[in-house]
């Protein structure tokens, strides 16, 4: 060992700067400074965190999310998606396979007209929530779920759980980015924001368990947002739903939001942290008691045709990051989500992903795992002043409808997307099994491809 590291080591007092010298030593061509990674926009990480890198007492901070109903043996929702088939019969039967065998939420993009009570024949949703999203047409067959929640409901005598998921910002621009590469039609939703409010507002007495404005922050991230701006349109997309509901703020109270996990494990954990801060002070702003419930959907950007079998590596990190972060749902979509429909034997790999996490990680034990630590609590800090910057900034031009309608917007994220794909090709940024350590023999996965909904 270099004689100035033993001594160093031996000190009865360590100083930083001491330390750099050191380091700087060892590095040989490099300094530690050159270390420093640009993470986002205005935010960069440091190979060492110490005490003076925070400067408060963040134990009961809101970022925490700390809370006493926590059930340390269901942490989270497993949420499982469904891959749509045509045949009532097979989708009621892959429900209750994933409930039987470990899931207790459901998600599915849609259901031919007329076939939801044959679809959802022997579920329970008064203990599974069952989700739908659709954002080929978001507003589609609603009436019919309502007419499901109802006889559900007057049957039973217990309040159905799940919800007809919909963005009613961002799905719009989704949309006319993507729909003619997925669907072969652009298609254009007027006023779905007051729509969607409207819903909402109906279903809130009637149904107090079933969520319909749904931000989806991993929309955005689809679109290119980065860090830090997925959480400004998260959180700007709020405030465009409460200036829609004609001041009358408890009735978009509760907010339910998806943020896009990935790779970047303490980028995730310090992403979920923030947007409690942010939205916390914006309850305090407007003087709502309301609660903010996240569910983590791994991005679709982690997710290769390349190998899906290390699909799986980058799945499960992105989830791991998520528990830590303490969501209350987590969708993990599964390795063949960019090839077709999951074999049986991939899906059982997804629902045991969170069971492995839930039950032998031990997170559920600790609340905010993280917390205290000083890369986590100044990471957290950077993150979520940056964010609120710039959600001041939008809110300036006019608010988030502004902003989507501004070609400059769009421009921007389509040039991040780009950027993101070209850096993957020129190993810019190293992908396992598709542009670095391919395997030559990797076993292929026999999938059927994905179904259209009729």
């Known amino acids: 060992m270099d004689k100035n590291i033993e001594e160093y080591l031996r000190a009865p007092s360590i100083k930083l700067e001491e330390w750099k010298k050191i380091a700087d030593s060892s590095l040989k061509d490099k300094t530690v400074k050159d270390l420093e990674k640009l993470l986002d926009n205005n935010i960069s990480t440091k190979p060492l965190y110490t005490e003076t890198d925070i400067d408060d007492d963040f134990s009961l901070s809101s970022r925490r999310g700390l809370s006493n109903d926590t059930d340390q043996f269901m942490p989270w929702y497993i949420c499982s998606t469904i891959d749509h088939s045509n045949n009532p019969k097979?989708?009621?039967?892959?429900?209750?396979?994933?409930?039987?065998?470990?899931?207790?939420?459901?998600?599915?993009?849609?259901?031919?007209?007329?076939?939801?009570?044959?679809?959802?024949?022997?579920?329970?949703?008064?203990i599974a929530p069952i989700y739908f999203k659709n954002l080929k047409d978001p507003l589609e067959k609603i009436n019919e779920y309502q007419s499901y929640l109802s006889g559900f409901k007057g049957l039973n005598k217990k309040e159905p759980m799940g919800g007809y998921l919909i963005d009613p910002i961002a799905t719009n621009l989704w949309l006319k980015e993507f729909s003619e590469e997925k669907f072969g039609e652009t298609i254009e939703h007027q006023n779905l924001l007051e729509k969607t409010i409207n819903i909402n507002s109906n279903y809130k007495n009637i149904f107090p368990k079933i969520e319909i404005i749904h931000i989806d922050g991993s929309l955005w991230d689809d679109l290119g947002a980065g860090l830090s701006k997925e959480i400004e349109l998260i959180a700007s997309s709020y405030l465009e739903i409460l200036r829609y509901s004609k001041n009358n703020y408890n009735e978009v109270k509760d907010i339910n939001i998806t943020i896009s996990s990935n790779t970047n494990f303490f980028a995730t954990i310090a992403k979920i942290r923030s947007i409690r801060i942010i939205f916390n002070n914006i309850f305090k702003h407007f003087k709502i008691t309301g609660?903010?419930?996240?569910?983590?959907?791994?991005?679709?950007?982690?997710?290769?045709?390349?190998?899906?079998w290390v699909n799986q590596l980058r799945i499960t990190t992105s989830a791991l990051s998520a528990a830590i972060g303490g969501v209350d749902k987590i969708i993990c979509n599964n390795i063949t989500q960019k090839l077709g429909q999951a074999p049986d034997f991939i899906k059982r790999l997804t629902r045991n992903t969170h069971i492995i996490?839930?039950?032998?990680?031990?997170?559920?034990?600790?609340?905010?795992?993280?917390?205290?630590?000083?890369?986590?609590?100044?990471?957290?800090?950077?993150?979520?002043q940056n964010a609120w910057n710039n959600i001041k900034l939008i809110e300036k031009m006019g608010g988030i409808t502004s902003l989507t309608s501004s070609e400059d917007f769009v421009v921007e994220l389509r040039k991040s997307r780009e950027k993101l794909k070209k850096d993957i090709e020129d190993k810019n940024i190293k992908k396992i099994g598709v542009n670095i350590f391919e395997d030559p023999d990797s076993n292929p996965i026999n999938v059927r491809p994905f179904e259209e909904a009729l």
């Not at 679809?119 to 329970?124: A, E, F, G, R, T």
Request: no cysteine.
């Open 90 to 126: 097979t989708l009621n039967a892959r429900i209750l396979n994933e409930l039987e065998r470990g899931s207790n939420s459901l998600e599915l993009s849609s259901f031919n007209e007329g076939s939801l009570n044959d679809i959802l024949k022997n579920v329970d949703t008064a």
């Open 291 to 308: 609660k903010l419930n996240i569910t983590s959907r791994n991005s679709s950007n982690i997710i290769f045709k390349e190998d899906p």
């Open 357 to 384: 996490l839930q039950e032998e990680s031990r997170i559920s034990r600790v609340q905010d795992p993280s917390g205290g630590s000083f890369y986590v609590e100044k990471l957290t800090n950077d993150l979520s």
